[in-house]
């Protein structure tokens, strides 16, 4: 269990490293192709998952019966979000793509049809 110091600290972490990913995605979208900085984004949290897991005992395989979950949530989510997200920043400031990415969702939902 976590003391509620670790937790705050815990959560301070994620909302600051959350918070320059798009910056830092911005910068780097200037010099490296939009699904080079997913495939890079997506083997150091690999690689950090990985140590993390190991480390704590807790590494083992999914079942073959998630690999169709993992697969879909993977490509579409990971890969095709992150590449567009990186894409889009080329051409936008940070504060509005994060806006636009994450607000996204919501508008769609609102203005699909239903049908009668």
């Known amino acids: 269990m976590l003391t509620r110091r670790a937790a705050f600290v815990l959560f301070g972490t994620v909302v600051l490293a959350w918070g320059c990913n798009w910056p830092v995605t911005k910068i780097l979208v200037a010099t490296v192709p939009p699904l080079w900085i997913t495939a890079l984004r997506c083997w150091i949290a690999f690689a950090a998952l990985v140590a993390i897991l190991g480390a ?22 990971r890969v095709a979000f992150s590449t567009l997200t990186a894409a889009g920043l080329a051409h ?25």
């Open 92 to 116: 936008l400031p940070a504060g509005k793509a994060i806006v636009l990415g994450y607000t996204t969702p919501p508008w769609v939902a609102m203005s699909a049809r239903t049908s009668p």
């Open 56 to 77: 704590t005992g807790r590494l083992c395989l999914p079942p073959r019966g998630d690999a169709p979950v993992i697969l879909g949530v993977s490509l579409l989510h």
